[in-house]
């Protein structure tokens, strides 16, 4: 396809200070010796049209390329939509790589852990983020049937995967950032909720201890549970729930680390279950993906979605407007999939399987300050679930209509969606609630669904 062109009237966006730092130091181009030779107009053309090319694939799209691309960039000038960050720094580019989040499997045998060694390493490189269960690894002092010798669980193989992240950045801008997790029913538990205990040790690591709802009942009723051998399935000894957990919290307390998963909920909610098992999440937490699988993210600006009442004074969401920008987003973000060139064949084959992209929100404390609606009441509550289910039904609305132009995501019939006969839907998934630190900076509003707290930074 031609490449579009700038339109000679494009408009120059306008960057706070802020923005204007984060800008040159991770999203311009930059040429060999590190001078940023990309305007800030120019990033922003580089990812629309690049996006917006993907277009002009389908014969049924109810817009040109061109007119799309001049779309998307007024969404993302003014603020009102930005994609995560790996669109914003490779769309248009030879890396090409464009989504945020990625799960690798870990296995149980040599290779497999040193494959997913590597597989991180690529993703990394590229500006990604990897989650990981370690669960599948035998614990501590197992015996190796290959070799006679003995396992040495799974935190040492989480040290090599920290050390290795060390070493590279996302991107080539910043630190990588996992996600590791491990059952709670696995033996090596108690090293894992303690691992964090001297401050520094696995910091390219958030940990998230994997809870099932049996473990939950057992700590309602103060019961022992079962530790698991993973590779035998046979139970290899016992502990007090309720003191493993209160030992969990306390260690949470103490350093942040480790969370909690919820298992067994996630999964009641994995949109394609004949596909797998969801065991792990990306590096925050809010994306849970099957093995070798990635998502994309962007989120809106609802500091942006208000609009003065009919007496001129009192705010009230602009729905009109969120509608339009949802629509938008999700095309974008669709497009995103196709654009994106992925690390892996295995990723690249999952991902156009489910074609999950996850539109997210950010800016939410300046609206309800501009709706005059304090953060911490119940009727910021109330309108918190009235904005995120107009959100995700929007979203959903949306998806229904790329099915429409575009065929459904290919494991449409097998999945929950299938079903329930809801669909079709061109998504598997559409919203997810990202941290959006770094957006926010750009687009000047708050972060995520997080208060207002450091005004000045």
Known sequence: MPELK???????????????????????????????????????????????????????SSTKPAKLARDFYDLMTSYRFLPNSPTLMNAGTDLGQLAACFVLPVEDDIEGIFDAVKHAAMIHKSGGGTGFAF?????????????????????SFLKIFNCATEQIKQGGTRRGANMGILRIDHPDIMEFIKAKERDGDLNNFNLSVGL???????????????????????????????????????????????????????????????LGEIESTNPCGE??????????????N??????????????????????????????FLDN??????????????????????????????????????????????????????????????????????RGEFTTYPESTFGAANLGPYRNATTT????????????GCSSGVEPLFALSF
Request: net charge neutral.
């Open 6 to 60: 700038m339109p000679a009237s494009l408009p120059d966006p306008i960057i706070n200070e802020n923005a204007k730092i984060v800008l040159q130091r991770r999203y311009q181009r930059k040429d060999l010796d590190g001078v940023v030779y990309e305007t800030v107009k120019e990033l922003f053309w580089r990812v629309a049209s690049a996006i917006a090319q993907e277009e002009g694939k389908y014969e049924k």
């Open 212 to 274: 099932t709802e049996a473990f939950m009942q057992a700590v309602h009723e103060k019961a022992d549970f079962d530790l698991i051998a993973p590779n035998s399935g046979k139970a290899v000894g016992t502990l007090n729930a309720r003191e493993v957990f209160n030992i969990l919290v306390q260690k949470a307390w103490e350093s942040g680390d480790p969370g909690i998963v919820f298992l067994d909920r996630i999964n009641r909610d994995n949109p394609t279950p004949t």
């Open 302 to 331: 609802l500091g942006l979605c208000f609009a003065k009442g009919k007496n001129g004074k009192d705010s009230e969401i602009d729905w009109d407007e969120l509608k339009r920008i949802v629509h938008l987003s999700v095309r």
């Open 432 to 443: 997810t609630i990202a941290p959006t630190g770094t957006l926010s900076i750009i687009a």
């Open 135 to 155: 669960s599948r690894l035998r614990a501590k002092d197992s015996v190796v049937g290959s070799t006679g010798g003995v396992a040495s669980g799974p935190m």
């Open 336 to 405: 995103v999939i196709d654009a994106s060139v992925y690390p892996l064949p295995q990723i690249t084959d999952t991902v156009r399987k489910n074609r999950k992209i996850g539109l997210g929100v950010m800016g939410w404390a300046d609206l309800l300050y501009q709706l005059n609606i304090p953060y911490n009441s119940q009727t910021a509550v109330d309108m918190g679930e009235r904005v995120m289910k107009f959100v995700q039904a929007e979203a959903r609305s949306a998806s229904k209509q790329l099915a429409a132009e």
């Open 287 to 300: 994306q849970p993906l099957l093995p070798y699988e990635a998502c994309n993210l962007g989120s809106i």
